[in-house]
């Protein structure tokens, strides 16, 4: 069986090059990453392609350009993929809508008679190429959606209510329109957990285009933690990192509260920060620890930084001065995965707090993965840890209530042990890449031989006055 992952936005290469560094490189590419090797190694009939876009330029990693690469020391019935489409330049995400009819015929003529067997189709940009594929080969496909344009275009609005401006870098008019058909056209949508498919999914904007109510239409199947990379066991290169940590002179008496995303709006680092600073109960309990990448010292470097990104780095800083914290606070660059999970375990051996205050989270794989390091994570009650951590498997805080943020963490260092113990058994029983791969084989699996659609038009990627009435509604 041949399977294909398409994932156009972002990049893969054997190092994570640029993994966290940018908005199109987060947790979807992990995901794609994770589940196509644990696919290959569990079931030796099954080659599998990550089909991603090609581009080079300087700053990106030169595998970039290769038309095919591997991961080294995993099967080579695992292939990435890279068809060009627009330019070769690197085009962020909002802009590669319009270039996905190119990208799929480039990727019918890479296939040429050889075509695959099923696509699984990654977020709106995949899922598009996917019906378009579907329409051109009749080759069927499962639809994860990941992060949904509905829900971003909701909170976004908020803030700037003028349409026009919003989808002048957003384009919300073609991506709602993709997602929409990758809905309906989808032998399958797979999400992550229950809330996602009830939540998410039954937003105005996809009524017509999905009913959540459909069971043969969804398959929850939670991603996993590479626990390879993100457990307990203390190496070398650990060893080297936590030396550096505590010459960097990073507090290290007492715990800490960690602040891992990435800088982004929706994460919402700017709660936690403002928690932190009201609490003097945690002052005095432990530092306030943030990760950045690419950054030896954000108070002088933030000046450097994209637009958003430094909007929200001077606002996190603004309020380290207004409350005086500087001493309280530190700032750890961390330049991969593998540091990241070094840095994890570093904290948790000093009974440190993950904190994950997001507006809303789609899934939140981060904090289980900082769990399974050991730390004991406090996240958003919205979204994906709402189901992840229910049952009080975890500590859950509403992220607009900075007060709510403070009780959790105080919670979390006040029932430490139990805590991690809750998470780390939580991991291992339910989120390992394996049992998500074993996962979508089966819905794969399935679904061939039995899948059929009548042929179908396509209209074109547009939905500004459906989505006008909507936020009329607002
Ligand atoms: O990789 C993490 C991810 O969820 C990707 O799905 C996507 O590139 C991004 O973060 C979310 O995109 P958006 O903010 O446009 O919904």
């Given at each position: 069986m041949h399977i294909i992952f398409l994932n156009p936005q972002g990049n893969f290469d054997q190092k994570d090059s640029h993994l966290t560094e940018h908005a199109d490189f987060g947790g979807q590419l992990v995901y794609v990453k994770e589940i196509s090797k644990a696919l290959v190694e569990q079931f030796p009939d099954l080659k599998v392609d990550i089909v991603t876009r090609r581009?080079?330029?300087?700053?990106?990693?030169?595998?970039?350009?290769?038309?095919?690469?591997?991961?080294?020391?995993?099967?080579?019935?695992?292939?990435i993929v890279r068809i060009p489409c627009g330019n070769d330049s690197f085009l962020r995400k909002e802009l590669l809508w319009q270039h996905i009819p190119e990208w799929t015929d480039n990727i019918i003529r890479f296939y040429r008679n050889q075509l695959p067997d099923y696509a699984t189709a990654h977020y709106g940009d995949g899922g598009y190429a996917a019906v378009l594929l579907k329409k051109k080969t009749g080759i069927s496909f499962t639809f994860t959606g990941h992060s949904l344009g509905a829900q971003k275009l909701d909170k976004l609005y908020k803030k700037e209510p003028d349409f026009d401006k919003l989808d002048e870098w957003y384009h919300f008019s073609k991506r709602i329109q993709a997602e929409r058909l990758s809905l309906q056209h989808a032998d399958t949508i797979i999400t992550?957990?229950?809330?996602?498919?009830?939540?998410?999914?039954?937003?105005?904007?996809?009524?017509?285009?999905?009913?959540?109510e459909e069971n043969g239409?969804?398959?929850?199947?939670?991603?996993?933690?590479?626990?390879?990379?993100?457990?307990?066991?203390?190496?070398?290169?650990?060893?080297?990192?936590?030396?550096?940590i505590e010459k960097e002179g990073v507090e290290t008496q007492k715990p800490s509260i960690i602040l891992s995303s990435r800088l982004d709006d929706k994460k919402n680092h700017i709660s936690a920060v403002r928690a932190y600073a009201e609490s003097k109960e945690l002052q005095q309990k432990a530092s306030l620890g943030i990760f950045i990448r690419g950054?030896?010292?954000?108070?002088?470097?933030?000046?450097?930084?994209?637009?958003?990104?430094?909007?929200?780095?001077?606002?996190?800083?603004?309020?380290?001065?207004?409350?005086h914290l500087r001493d309280k606070v530190f700032f750890l660059d961390l330049a991969s995965q593998k540091e990241?999970?070094?840095a994890y375990k570093y904290f948790a051996l000093k009974h440190s707090v993950f904190v994950l205050t997001a507006f809303y989270e789609p899934?939140?794989?981060?904090?289980?993965?900082?769990?399974?390091?050991?730390?004991?994570p406090v996240t958003t009650k919205n979204g994906g840890p709402g189901d992840i951590f229910k049952n009080d498997m975890g500590i859950l805080v509403d992220p607009a209530d900075t007060e709510d943020i403070a009780r959790g963490i105080a919670k979390a260092f006040?029932?430490?042990?139990e805590y991690a113990d809750k998470v780390i058994r939580l991991v291992k029983g339910k989120y390992t890449w394996e049992k998500t791969a074993a996962g979508?084989?089966?819905?794969?699996?399935?679904?061939?031989?039995?899948s059929y659609e009548e042929d179908f038009d396509l209209p074109e990627l547009d939905t500004k006055e459906l989505i006008l009435r909507h936020l009329k509604s607002l």
């Open positions: 581009f080079k330029g300087d700053g990106w990693s030169s595998e970039f350009e290769k038309e095919i690469s591997y991961y080294p020391g995993i099967s080579r019935r695992l292939r992550s957990t229950d809330m996602e498919r009830y939540k998410q999914y039954s937003h105005p904007l996809y009524r017509g285009a999905v009913d959540v239409k969804f398959a929850v199947i939670p991603p996993g933690v590479n626990i390879h990379l993100f457990n307990q066991i203390v190496d070398e290169e650990d060893k080297a990192l936590f030396r550096r950054m030896k010292n954000p108070y002088e470097e933030v000046e450097n930084l994209p637009a958003k990104e430094r909007i929200i780095l001077q606002s996190i800083i603004d309020e380290i001065n207004r409350h990241l999970a070094g899934f939140g794989l981060a904090p289980i993965e900082a769990g399974a390091c050991g730390l004991v006040g029932n430490y042990e979508y084989y089966q819905v794969v699996s399935d679904a061939l031989g039995s």
